[in-house]
T-cell receptor
Framework: QKEVEQDPGPLSVPEGAIVSLNCTYSNSAFQYFMWYRQYSRKGPELLMYTYSSGNKEDGRFTAQVDKSSKYISLFIRDSQPSDSATYLCAIDTSGTYKYIFGTGTRLKVLA | KAGVTQTPRYLIKTRGQQVTLSCSPISGHRSVSWYQQTPGQGLQFLFEYFSETQRNKGNFPGRFSGRQFSNSRSEMNVSTLELGDSALYLC???????????FGPGTRLLVL
């Protein structure tokens, strides 16, 4: 079993839809949870970072962590064509910077 | 503030050669990590340096090595290149005490 599982997609949604992206992880020692966005042929860009269970909101983006279920989500409201990218979840134990990434979900928002 | 920069951006090598990639972190960031990204394996951690010392290492063969200089700039070296080393090599930097890493644009290496 992989330490982090993420559906690779692709996921196609119409403009304005709410998008839900998800990852599951196996190790309860993981404490830090990140979401990155990666456009084609670019480096990953940090979107959200959280370390506690619950929701964290930033503009159209909401990160949700459920440590009891080992499940993390990223919600995108009012999705735009410019949101079309690959979304990667990343998980870390404390202070190692040795991130474990999901495989990434390709998202396409159709105008 | 300038982001993480990586040079070169693209590189073509042949099997058996060696290659050196360079990374300049965000000003003030002293931790530098390297990752390999391939379509099949995704993003995989190579190693992390802080204050010129390697603190963490991933599961890659000894052909992959790195170093960090006193100005926090980092280089990674791959010797005896194999076809499977073709990948996007990403560098990320972090501020001491922060859990977040910021990535550069990557160096795309093609091994023929």
């Amino acid at each position: 079993q992989k330490e982090v599982e993420q559906d690779p997609g692709p996921l196609s949604v119409p403009e304005g839809a709410i998008v839900s992206l998800n990852c599951t992880y196996s190790n309860s020692a993981f404490q830090y949870f990140m979401w990155y966005r990666q456009y084609s042929r670019k480096g990953p860009e940090l979107l959200m970072y959280t370390y506690s269970s619950g929701n964290k909101e930033d503009g159209r983006f909401t990160a949700q962590v459920d440590k009891s279920s080992k499940y993390i989500s990223l919600f995108i409201r009012d999705s735009q064509p410019s949101d079309s990218a690959t979304y990667l979840c990343a998980i870390d134990t404390s202070g190692t910077y040795k991130y474990i990434f999901g495989t990434g979900t390709r998202l396409k928002v159709l105008a | 503030k300038a982001g993480v920069t990586q040079t070169p951006r693209y590189l073509i090598k042949t099997r058996g050669q060696q290659v050196t990639l360079s990374c300049s972190p965000i000003s003030g960031h002293r931790s530098v990590s390297w990752y390999q990204q391939t379509p099949g394996q995704g993003l995989q951690f190579l190693f992390e340096y802080f204050s010129e010392t390697q603190r963490n290492k991933g599961n890659f063969p000894g052909r992959f090595s790195g170093r960090q200089f006193s100005n926090s700039r980092s280089e990674m070296n791959v010797s005896t290149l194999e076809l499977g080393d073709s990948a996007l090599y990403l560098c990320a930097s972090s501020l001491l005490g922060s859990e977040t890493q910021y990535f550069g644009p990557g160096t795309r290496l093609l091994v023929l």
